[in-house]
């Protein structure tokens, strides 16, 4: 255990002294939803307010989300990144076995994914007046399993990286964004035209805002069924993390560094 | 070889590195092109103004803002890789090397930011015309962004993390407080008059109002308009110059910063 927490700590320790990220991080979410959220909503007519209540709220937990991808996201990245630095064949060289190896990838994002997210999802929760402790674990608990599933998903798309990182690289920070405008994160289901409708239903980041905005109290009526939310993640953490679990034990052998 | 020409093949390989660099231009094409097809057209039908009218031309500027900043990422990086000094060790003046980088930094911005003004044109026709009127504005727009980004590069030359975080908070800071996703009349709606002030005289701000009203909306160029752009942006351009210069010469005296 003590081998877990001090790799985990050796990983995240360069991003705490000093930890500009996070507060950047949290000083971005803060002029995003004081200026932006703010300002934004007071476009939106009546009808969609009727339905979907004030944006600012909407946006917020959407933005949220939209933090967990871009953390999850990075972690997966942060294992490219290390694979051609030449950082990856010296943890590989540490008396530990792959699966440790794994799981301290895995903390160490889920780490990286509380401290960024504290100040936002309080700040989100205070704004919504949800503050329940069943509301709160559900959400936390919601939020670090899509976390993990993005994760998993880009550390699954890494063995491109191993053949050239600039391609994945590009398919990757590419994917997010197209991964992001089509889903439910800044505007629900019912609002979408029906042939982006079909591409939002392909996107994890549907089901996670759904199940978020679900935990925090929205209509369920302009939501997606829980049941098929909690399915689609639980198969999306389940098997990119299987699929990463695969990769490490078998692909990062001889990965060439930069 | 003249200075000029010595600027310009500088220049050249700048701006042609901002274009060979695939997942910059995988991010700010799927960043600007699902702006444009799918934010605009989804919030059009969720608000009470045609948004796709107010959003579309925006998105060319905030593609012109984004390229231009992405100056300040080549200079650190030739900072952080030490080709900052191979470039001193050629017979190019000091300020040479700062305009090369700004001029490709404003060009490279220009010219991404015109593909995407094609791209907006066939979704919401336009006048040709007042947009090529208006390119050359645009273009010290960009070299003014650049400078900024190159004075942040300047200033955060040794320490990575720094530079991309004073990037962010510029980046968000400087979208959030314009008219870029909103109109004029809910920022003053909403904040007080010096706050507003500031929306209005930020660059970008203007650029996206001459680019709605002249280009798309049809309305005769005003010369006004035009000077505005010009006043806003001059000042960065010349505070980006002068930081980046004093930081090479600073590393040519001194041999680090």
């Not at chain 2, 010595?6 to 231009?25: E, H, N, P, V």
């Not at chain 2, 001193?88 to 490709?104: F, K, M, Q």
């Amino acid at each position: 255990m003590s081998k877990i927490v001090r790799l985990v700590w050796f990983d995240l320790k360069p991003q705490l002294t000093p930890p500009v990220w996070i507060v950047v991080q949290w000083v971005v979410f803060s002029i995003q939803i004081l200026i932006y959220g703010s300002l934004i909503s007071q476009l939106f007519s009546p009808n969609v307010t009727e339905r979907i209540g004030e944006y600012l709220k909407f946006y917020s937990v959407g933005l949220v989300v939209m933090m967990t991808f871009e953390i999850g996201s990075h972690t997966g990245r942060h294992f490219v990144e290390h694979a051609h630095e030449g950082r990856l064949p010296y943890l590989l060289s540490l008396p530990i076995s792959r699966s440790t190896l794994f799981l301290v990838i895995a903390l160490q994002g889920g780490a990286e994914l509380a401290l960024m997210l504290t100040v936002p999802l309080a700040f989100t929760l205070v704004l919504l007046g949800n503050l329940t402790i069943i509301s709160v674990v559900a959400l936390v608990f919601t939020l670090f399993w899509l976390g993990f599933g993005v994760a998993g998903l880009m550390l699954g798309l890494s063995f491109i990286a191993f053949k050239s990182s600039d391609f994945y690289t590009a398919i990757v920070t590419g994917l997010s964004t197209v991964i992001i405008r089509f889903s439910t994160v800044l505007y629900p289901l019912i609002f979408l035209p029906a042939s982006y409708a079909g591409a939002a239903m392909l996107s994890p980041l549907t089901y996670g805002s759904d199940l978020v905005r679900l935990i925090l109290g929205f209509d369920p009526s302009i939501l997606l069924d829980p049941r098929i939310a909690v399915a689609v993640l639980t198969a999306l953490a389940v098997s990119t993390l299987s699929l990463g679990l695969f990769l490490i034990q078998r692909l990062v052998e001889g990965v060439k560094s930069a | 070889m003249t200075e000029i020409r010595r600027i310009l093949t500088l220049a050249r390989s700048d701006f042609s590195y901002f274009f060979r660099t695939k997942w910059l231009m995988a991010v700010l094409l799927s960043l600007n092109l699902s702006d444009m097809l799918v934010v605009a057209l989804v919030y059009k039908n969720m608000m009470s103004i045609d948004y796709m009218k107010h959003f579309v031309p925006a998105v060319v500027v905030m593609g012109l803002f984004a390229a231009s900043l992405d100056t300040g990422r080549r200079i650190w990086l030739a900072f952080r890789e030490g080709v900052v000094q191979y470039e001193l060790s050629l017979p190019i003046s000091t300020n040479g090397i700062v305009i090369a980088y700004l001029l490709a930094g404003g060009l490279a911005a220009m010219v991404y930011s015109s593909s995407l003004l094609l791209i907006a044109m066939i979704v919401m026709p336009g006048a040709i015309w007042s947009a090529v009127m208006l390119l050359p504005f645009l273009f010290v727009l960009a070299t003014g962004l650049a400078g900024i980004s190159a004075a942040f590069a300047a200033l955060a030359s040794t320490r990575g993390e720094f530079f991309f975080a004073y990037q962010q908070i510029v980046q968000v800071g400087l979208l959030t407080l314009s008219t870029v996703p909103y109109p004029i009349n809910v920022v003053q709606n909403v904040f007080p008059p010096f706050l507003t002030a500031i929306v209005s005289a930020n660059p970008l701000s203007q650029a996206a109002d001459a680019m709605r009203n002249f280009t798309f909306a049809g309305y005769p160029i005003e010369p006004s308009a035009l000077l505005g752009i010009l006043l806003s942006s001059i000042p960065f351009t010349i505070v980006g110059a002068v930081a980046y210069s004093t930081a090479l010469h600073k590393l040519r005296v001194k041999g680090k910063l």
